[in-house]
């Protein structure tokens, strides 16, 4: 039954029973012989709160009914325009909002087939891609090395460009190629017991040179009682060295970073924190941060040649591993790092469970 139908006929009925019931009333009142007797007064009084109580109960189970099925709706569309690709809603009832579901459900099974398609192609290209950038690598490093002749500074000068927008290439290229592997569902997480704080010092010192090159004031702490976990180290890699590099990235000149590492024992995980006195993000960006290809205007302000894949591959691994990440700018906590109204800061948050990363059986590897 249509949502109007059912309105018009509750609107109807609670119309038709207050009017009768009243006329009722007002006829008992004109008679003086039935006036007096309380029974029937009572008894008319009675049925006529009634029919109005039937009435607002009746509406307001429609509205709630409305209401609900309006959420779901809401829900769903928010998940879409932030880019995650939502579950069928679950509404059958045989009025307009049951074929307004049909019709939402069919809509979401072609966007899923069409972003799979995508999904593939892009992986299917990535994949095409990462020998000839290889070779390019391979060759450029070797002429660099001197191993094909001497050659004069400005020959070297553009062998170095190549190199690095080759390097930026290969990059890409492999974020790419992860992000499909995610989507995909192809990919598999292998646990190994892992002293995570040793591993995290490992990231930093890959990335100590760019750290020094800034002049950054660099700290880290760890609470002595982090325990050995299961995790997947590759996985373990990607998440580090992404958060850690945009920091370094966008902090300036003499800026400061601190990485800390503690156990949140009300929610069973290590909070692994790092904070930095960048340049923020907006808060009208914020909600698009693990997005696809997304990057805040600051953020390409200062360096145009960021991919925007880096922390929607974190979000994604830690979505599919158990984990959490999420962040505050500028900081709640600005005795940690100094912060200006150039450089608001950012702080980051990696919860990994105490129980280890979710073992997955896949195909593929992260690259």
Not at 239 to 244: A, D, E, S, T
Not at 316 to 335: A, C, Q, R, Y
């Amino acid at each position: 039954m249509k949502i109007r139908t059912k309105l018009l006929i509750s609107a109807v009925v609670g119309i038709f029973l207050t009017l009768v019931l009243g006329i009722a009333f007002f006829f008992v009142l004109k008679h003086p012989e039935i006036r007096t007797n309380q029974e029937v007064i009572i008894f008319l009084s009675g049925l006529i709160i009634t029919a109005f109580i039937f009435f607002i109960i009746n509406a307001i189970s429609l509205c709630k009914a409305i209401d609900q099925s309006l959420s779901v709706f809401l829900k769903s569309i928010d998940a879409i325009k932030k880019g995650v690709m939502v579950e069928k809603v679950n509404i059958k009832t045989k009025d307009e909002f049951g074929k307004l579901a049909e019709a939402f459900n069919d809509m979401i099974s072609k966007l899923k087939e069409i972003d799979k398609a995508k999904t593939e192609f892009v992986s299917l290209a990535t994949h095409q891609l990462r020998t000839p950038l290889a070779m390019v690598s391979w060759y450029t490093e070797m002429l660099l090395l001197g191993d094909m002749g001497s050659m004069n500074e400005d020959q070297k000068r553009y062998l170095e460009k190549i190199y690095a927008g080759n390097k930026r290439m290969v990059d890409l290229v492999n974020a790419l190629l992860n992000i499909s592997r995610l989507e995909l569902g192809t990919f598999r997480v292998e646990s190994e017991i892992t002293d995570i704080v040793k591993f995290a010092e490992g990231v930093i010192d890959e990335q100590r040179q760019q750290i020094k090159d800034k002049d950054i004031d660099f700290q880290f702490h760890s609470s002595p009682d982090i325990p050995l976990l299961k995790v997947d180290r590759k996985l373990l890699q990607i998440i580090f060295q992404n958060v850690l590099s945009n920091s370094i990235r966008y902090t300036p000149q003499k800026g400061k970073i601190m990485i800390s590492f503690s156990i949140d024992k009300e929610n069973k995980n290590v909070l692994i924190k790092i904070s930095d006195s960048g340049c923020g993000i907006p808060k009208n960006q914020q909600n698009k941060i693990f997005t696809r290809l997304f990057r805040a205007d600051n953020a390409v302000e200062r360096d145009p040649d960021g991919t925007g894949l880096g922390l929607y591959l974190v979000n994604l691994i830690m979505g599919h591993t158990g984990g959490k990440v999420w962040f505050e700018s500028p900081s709640l906590n600005p005795d940690e790092v100094v912060f200006t109204a150039e450089n608001p800061g950012t702080v980051f948050y990696i919860s990994l469970p105490l129980k280890g990363m979710n073992k997955k059986i896949g195909t593929k590897i992260l690259s």
